[in-house]
């Protein structure tokens, strides 16, 4: 998943903290999935052009406590070239 970042990419989800590079794009995936015993993303609706992309989503999972999760975001994504620049997710 790294690999689809640039090198200087910016990640953000509703956190005050500000990903970036790739090194911080593996902590950012590492810190999302950290707290999960199993996770799974449903894309229903994505919008695309070249220089960017929506997401809209619904993920299920089981958190490492064994309490299920489920919920609904949004994630905006901008690319240079074939790579991700930006990626700002919100979700409930």
Do not use: C, Q
Not at 23 to 36: I, K, N, R, T, V
């Amino acid at each position: 998943l790294v690999a689809l970042f640039t090198d200087d990419a910016t990640l953000e989800r509703m956190t005050h903290k500000t990903y970036e590079g790739k090194a911080d794009a593996e902590a950012f995936w590492s810190e999302y999935l950290e707290p999960f015993e199993d996770i799974t993303t449903e894309f229903f609706n994505v919008t695309e052009d070249d220089d960017g992309a929506v997401l809209e989503w619904e993920t299920k999972g089981t958190l490492a406590s064994g309490k299920p999760i489920h919920y609904r975001g949004v994630s905006s994504l901008s690319f240079a070239g074939d790579k991700v620049k930006a990626f700002r997710t919100y979700y409930d």
